[in-house]
C-alpha cells in the first residue's frame, strides 16, 4: 500500500474495542484533514480486516456504511455490536458514547486494563 493508507491504517489500529471514530478525524490525525473521502477509499482497500479494524470507522453522524466491504450489509453493525458499541437506531452508532478521543488515549492507558485484550478483535 501506499503511504497515506499505511498512515491511515496506523491510526485505524489505534482505535480501541468499543469506540469508533469517523472518516474525517482519521484524515485529520494523518495531516489530511480535507481527505475523508481518500480515507474511505484507502480502508476499502485494506487487505487485512482483522489487524485494520475498520469496520471502526463510520460517517461523521455515527452513520455505517451502506455497502461494508468486508462481509456485506449488516456486518459493521454485528462486528461493532459484538465490540458492546451502542446505536441509536438501525444505522447509527451511539457518537456521544461510542466515539473515540485519541488525545485521552495520548496521555497514557490505565495500567488496569489488559490493552493487548481490549484492542483484540477476538474474545
Not at 482497500?45 to 450489509?73: I, M, T, W
Request: proline residues 5%.
Amino acid at each position: 500500500m501506499g503511504d497515506f493508507s499505511d498512515k491511515v491504517f496506523e491510526q485505524v489500529r489505534r482505535i480501541p474495542r468499543g469506540k469508533v471514530s469517523t472518516y474525517g478525524q482519521i484524515a485529520r490525525l494523518i495531516g489530511s484533514p480535507r481527505s475523508a473521502r481518500y480515507v474511505g477509499w484507502a480502508l476499502r482497500g485494506n487487505s487485512e480486516p482483522v489487524k485494520v479494524p475498520c469496520h471502526r470507522v463510520v460517517f461523521k453522524d455515527g452513520k455505517l456504511a451502506q455497502s461494508y466491504a468486508f462481509g456485506g450489509e449488516g456486518m459493521q453493525r454485528a462486528l461493532l455490536e459484538k465490540e458492546s458499541v451502542t446505536f441509536v437506531d438501525e444505522d447509527h452508532v451511539n457518537m456521544d458514547e461510542c466515539l473515540w478521543n485519541p488525545e485521552l488515549d495520548a496521555q497514557g492507558r490505565p495500567a488496569d486494563i489488559n490493552w493487548e485484550r481490549e484492542m483484540a478483535d477476538d474474545e
